[in-house]
């Protein structure tokens, strides 16, 4: 290997240290609610098996929904392998509970690129189709609340993302959230603050706290082993129409075989804390290596983390391409296959991805993308395994320095 790569990489190494005492120390206290929450559920052998057609009486499936109630400390939730994504999810979460005349306030900026389409695309069945109004604030990470409280008269629901998506501004942490929830709700009692958790999950001690969270099972909370899968947690109110949205009007919750996952979904859950914590190593790694190689990183290797994302700033196109075609060659699957910039559905530019995972677009797992666009930074998620991840990252180090 590369040199220069090799000590970089040994000083990054006794850089992280510190923060490897506090990723753990997150991963002990989340893996301890997950452990308080099964038990206080009585998960048993019997829950583990599966349905199949209409998924009646699917009691796994009842009381994983309990489960992730109590872990994200909600009245509700529903978690279903039905919702394929992330944005699936979200997209539940919205139709879900906006009716025509609504409207809503992203107050974290334009929404993520996937999500777009459902927003405001015209002519396909979007919000903006069903007379639903969607804007947003301009956001650098630090929250107006004079204006956004402003803003906020009128609305129906807030809108909170908590990643950066394929922006350079910090995540939310939940405090973050949390906190501007709190201030929100203080004037505003009955507007619905909604949080796109996805990436988020598992990061910090406690799960923000809001009136509707959405995220991907392939993401923190599958830890690796769900192969598909989207969770809504929230008041129950809410989740039953989120329920209903997905499924047909008054039959929501009582459906939605499970088709034998059911002990996917609670083995992944109870590896999330730790998958996530070999992620956040992972990111952490990545931020100090490519620190001592001379490349901007958000955030800092010692910075407080939000999300298992780090983003990379590398310059310019060639080195986007190479550092994903480099991680993919240090990647446990698909890794003799060289990626390249597409038209991926959903974004406006083309984008490049190296996902060698287990599970297709499974985030948790080490993966990379990067929109071929102004300012050329790469998103870097996952690391099964620090050691996995590590060795991922460090080859893509060598991609572009070769």
Known sequence: MNGKVLSAAQKADQKIKPQFEKIEQTERICTERVLKAFSENRVSEAHLLGTTGYGYGDLGRETLDRVYASVYGTEDAFVRVQMVSGTHAIATGLFGVLRPGDQV?????????????????????????????????????????????????????????????????????????????????????????????????????????????????????????????????????????????????????????????????????????????????????????????GFETEPAYDARRADIVQLLKLGNPDLLIKFCKGLQSGSPVDSHVSPEPWDMPGYDSKVIMAAGGFISGSSVEISADAPLREPFAVWLQGGLTFASGRYAVLRAAEAILS
Not at 178 to 201: Q, S
Not at 222 to 233: I, S, V
Not at 242 to 259: H, K, N, P, S, W
Request: net charge negative; charged share 25%.
């Open 105 to 293: 306030l992203s107050i974290t900026g334009q929404p993520y690129d996937t999500i777009l389409p459902t927003i405001l695309k015209k002519g396909g069945g979007s919000l903006a189709d069903f007379g639903i109004q969607f804007d947003w604030l301009e956001f650098d990470g630090t929250f107006d609340l004079d204006k956004i409280l402003k803003s906020t008269d009128g609305k129906r629901m807030i809108y909170i993302q908590r990643s950066r998506g394929y922006t350079l501004r910090r995540s939310l942490t939940s405090d973050d959230i949390t906190e501007i929830t709190n201030l929100i709700h203080a004037k505003y009692p009955d507007i619905i603050v909604f949080v796109d958790n996805c990436y988020g999950e598992f990061v910090c001690e406690s799960e923000p706290e809001a009136d509707l969270l959405a995220g991907s099972l392939i993401k923190n909370a599958g830890g690796g082993l769900c192969p598909c899968g989207g969770y809504l947690a929230g008041k129950k109110e809410l989740i039953d129409a989120c329920a209903d949205r997905l499924f047909a009007q008054d039959i929501g919750r009582e459906v939605g075989a499970t088709l034998f996952q059911n002990r996917s979904m609670f083995m992944g859950l109870f590896m999330a804390p730790h998958a996530t914590a070999e992620a956040l190593k992972t990111s952490a790694f990545a931020a100090a290596l490519f620190d001592e190689l």
